[in-house]
């Protein structure tokens, strides 16, 4: 982290959350999932376009059209069947008609209106008005999806948390020697949504402790914009549970940053919805896990230590036969 490219590029993938707090940005489900949303967007737009543009029209002007009409037949069907009626008055009263019908008779507006009103297709439209309030919301939601909650790291507690799915947190404790990174297990190798041989996500691994279970957090900007985005990340938060006033703070805000020179990046990152942080919710989880931390012996809590020091060597060696240095000092 010598150089200062590095401490500019963290600003995508590392927030400050408070004078002891920072946040590490969700790759996998934020960038990666609005990108490959916009970019369906665009395809369809695309195919909008051409279709409609061999009949020498704006894209969408045939969906345009018919949402017009289930709106009109919904909430302003006099202006369609009004004229229709005057029509039909004036047919009505007609010599010509009254010599060839003698025994048709004007109806009142009223009745007139239910030979439309009466009709299934008019309640078709009133169905697919109603539709109309629920799909069009739901594609702007989409065009601008929430960005998820990223893993947070508190060098005041000591702690890495990080909020699940299922709406809980799961909270890794910070080792007082050794390795900060110690209570979690890590990858500078994860899977990218781009695949190939050169592009990675961090990954961090927190186990709940009695089920074992491993949640998985592919963390950094998406799309990378360096190579070593997962080396960077991973000095950077040893630097912050290590030292004083590590350097890279500097560099970084309290938003990420989404504007870049490589148009993917603000692609895939602005414009996103924020979601609130249940500040109470996370305080109230991190203490409960906190207590019962606090509880253990010293013996139980070096135990835990080392059984994920073994899952992380484990992880080590395997990269290392591949030629790759996940430890990265």
Known sequence: MSKRNTYKTLKYSIRQCGDDEIEIRNS???GYSRGFIRLLFIGIFCMSWYQNAKHNKP????EISAIKEDFIWTFNKDSEIRPLYEEYREWVLKPETKEKYPNEKLQSYKEY???YTDEPWAKWHIIRTVFHFIWIPFLLFLFFLPRPRGIRVNRKKR????PILNGTYRVAFVPKEGDPLGGVAYSCYGTHPLGGEY?????????EEHHMQQSRHYLGVYPSMSTKQSVDILHAVRAYLTEDNPEFLKHIKHRFSVWHYIIAVPFCNAFAIPVPFNRAKADAAIEKALAA???KTH??????????AEEQQL???EYAAKGWDNHVK
């Open 199 to 207: 592009l990675y996500s961090f990954v961090i691994g927190m186990r």
């Open 28 to 30: 996998f489900f934020d």
């Open 159 to 162: 702690i890495i948390y990080a």
């Open 59 to 62: 894209p969408f002007s045939y």
């Open 113 to 115: 209106k239910k030979l």
């Open 299 to 308: 013996n139980q809590k070096q135990k835990w230590f080392k059984e994920i």
């Open 293 to 295: 931390w606090n509880k």
């Open 315 to 317: 992880i080590n060696q």
